[in-house]
Structure formats: structure tokens, C-alpha cells
């Protein structure tokens, strides 16, 4: 019986937990573009003509901003005003270092022509005959590192587990570098979890799976 229940307690987990930081972090987000709304005058905002609360405003006023600043960002105008306010920002010291890296990290992800991850890899890390799982970033095809390296080399990011905004970067020969199939989503699954869960081989599988065998044989023994 004792068996039994920790298997289904096991099965439990494994469907409450990812539903529930799910649910949590959607929930953060609206509630912080919720909050956004409380940037508009009293007479401009919402709340002030509507007898209840409605959930998902502060969505669509959040999403509609980006776009008009987007917008103002593309015409000559905009740009001169998003130069001069670069170029205070700049002058911060710290302020300086937080917005030129999220820049360069946002237009690494969403500008046209720049791929960000573009392949798993895996790679001898932290030595020889321990292999740890990257991403390839780009090929390494001029400037200093291209004139100091004697064969063709390529840029990798190897995240850390479970938080792979952090990690090492190197600057590996191609010819040490083994070249996977799986996805970037797939990689981040792994990598975040430890290995416990891993996708089915090549890039088209359906699947995923998890490798957790105490859980699995506690859940399989129930009933």
C-alpha cells in the first residue's frame, strides 16, 4: 500500500509542479503588465470608467506601447530621440554595463540575419573525455581570434544547469566539436533538468522523454 501511494504521490508531482510554475509565471506577467496601466493619468486610464476590474488590460496596453514605440523608433525623428537618450544612458556607469549587454542579447535573439543559437553541440568540457552541451554561436572567420587560431574554429556558449542564462564561452577547433541534431528547445530541456529529461533522437522526434527511473518504476507498480 505504502508502495502504491508513493508512486501515485511521484506521478502526482510530475503533473502538479511543471502546471503549477507554468501557471505562476503567466500569472506574474500579467499582473505585472497589469501594473503597467498605472503609468497613465487617472483621466486616461481604464479602471477610472469601468465599474469592475478586467483582467488582461494592462496586456494589451503593454503590447500597443512596444508597437508605437517601435513605430517612433523607425522614423527619423525617433531615432534622433533614441540616440540622445542612449548617449545619456551611456554616461551611467552602471546603467551603461545592464543596457549594452541586454541590447547586444536582444539583438542577438530578434534582429533579421543574427541566428543566436544556432546548433547543439557537445563538447570535451571541463577536460578531456567529459562531455558537456553547448550552443553554438558563430563561426569564427575573421579578426584577432581568426588570425591567433591555426585551424578553422567556432564560438560556443556551454550553458550552466538548471540556469543556463549563465555559462563559459570558448572558442573550440571545429574538428572537437561533436555536432547534434536535437533542437534548441530539446537542449534547454536537458540542460535545465539535469538529463532527466531528454528528447528521442534527430530533430523531428515527438516525444519527449523522461529519464527518472525510481520515479517511473514507483508509478508503474501502481494500479
Do not use: W
Not at 503549477?20 to 503588465?33: A, D, E, T
Not at 527619423?76 to 545619456?88: H, N, W
Not at 546548433?119 to 591567433?148: A, C, D, H, W
Amino acid at each position: 500500500m505504502t508502495k502504491h501511494l508513493r508512486g501515485y504521490f511521484i506521478t502526482g508531482l510530475l503533473v502538479v509542479v511543471p502546471l503549477y510554475l507554468s501557471i505562476y509565471v503567466v500569472s506574474l506577467i500579467v499582473r505585472f503588465m497589469d501594473n503597467m496601466l498605472n503609468l497613465l493619468p487617472r483621466i486616461a486610464h481604464p479602471h477610472t470608467y469601468l465599474p469592475f476590474h478586467v483582467p488582461g488590460l494592462g496586456i494589451i496596453f503593454t503590447v500597443l506601447s512596444i508597437i508605437m514605440i517601435g513605430m517612433l523608433a523607425t522614423n527619423f525623428l525617433g531615432k534622433r530621440v533614441l540616440e540622445f537618450a542612449e548617449r545619456i544612458m551611456l554616461k551611467v556607469p552602471v546603467a551603461r554595463m545592464i543596457y549594452n549587454a541586454t541590447k547586444q542579447f536582444m539583438e542577438t535573439f530578434f534582429t533579421h540575419g543574427n541566428q543566436g543559437f544556432r546548433q547543439v553541440v557537445l563538447v570535451e568540457f571541463p577536460r578531456k573525455g567529459l562531455y558537456s552541451m553547448g550552443f553554438m554561436t558563430s563561426r569564427v572567420t575573421n579578426g584577432e581570434i581568426k588570425s591567433k587560431t591555426s585551424e578553422p574554429s567556432i564560438c560556443v556558449f556551454i550553458p550552466t544547469t538548471p540556469n543556463p542564462t549563465s555559462g563559459y564561452f570558448a572558442v573550440i577547433p571545429e574538428n572537437e566539436v561533436v555536432f547534434l541534431d536535437m533542437s534548441v528547445e530539446d537542449a534547454f530541456k536537458v540542460i535545465m533538468t539535469g538529463g532527466m529529461v531528454t528528447p528521442p533522437e534527430g530533430r523531428n522526434g515527438i516525444k519527449v522523454v523522461v529519464q527518472n527511473p525510481a520515479a517511473e518504476d514507483l508509478a508503474g507498480n501502481a494500479p
